[in-house]
């Protein structure tokens, strides 16, 4: 039974950093792609980051430069290092597994078969 849990998250002000961790479990993930989602109260879930079991990386543009998503594989683990949060940041994080081919696809919630519960994340101005 695959099993993701995120934790990591919390409230902070504009400014500060967050890491994010994901420990995943239940079989081998060495070769998925994973990925971090967020979901606003009334909002729809947006992508935030994916990363290939090789490492190749890409984010959202909402994100890009301040948010960087990495894995260790060895571990099992995914980590999102979340920099100059900003109140638009405050979400739900959640992680996710694909065992969809790399690409940019992965922008999609659709292509990841299975996510954590995930993690509050609150930025106060």
């Known amino acids: 039974q695959v099993q993701l849990v995120e934790s990591g998250g919390g409230l902070v002000q504009t400014g500060a950093s967050l890491r994010l961790s994901c420990a995943a479990s239940?079989?081998?993930?060495?070769?998925?792609?994973m990925g971090w989602f967020r979901q606003a109260p009334g909002k729809e879930r947006e992508f935030v980051a994916a990363?290939?079991?090789?490492?190749?990386?890409f984010s959202s543009n909402s994100v890009k430069g301040r948010f960087t998503i990495s894995r260790d594989n060895a571990r099992n683990m995914v980590y999102l290092q979340m920099n100059s949060l900003k109140p638009e940041d405050t979400a739900v994080y959640h992680c996710?597994?694909?065992?969809?081919?790399?690409?940019?696809?992965?922008?999609?919630?659709?292509?990841?078969?299975?996510w954590g519960q995930g993690t509050q994340v609150t930025v106060s101005t």
């Open positions: 990363i290939a079991w090789h490492g190749n990386r």
């Open positions: 996710a597994v694909s065992t969809s081919e790399w690409g940019p696809r992965l922008a999609s919630y659709e292509e990841y078969t299975w």
């Open positions: 239940g079989r081998t993930f060495s070769k998925d792609q």
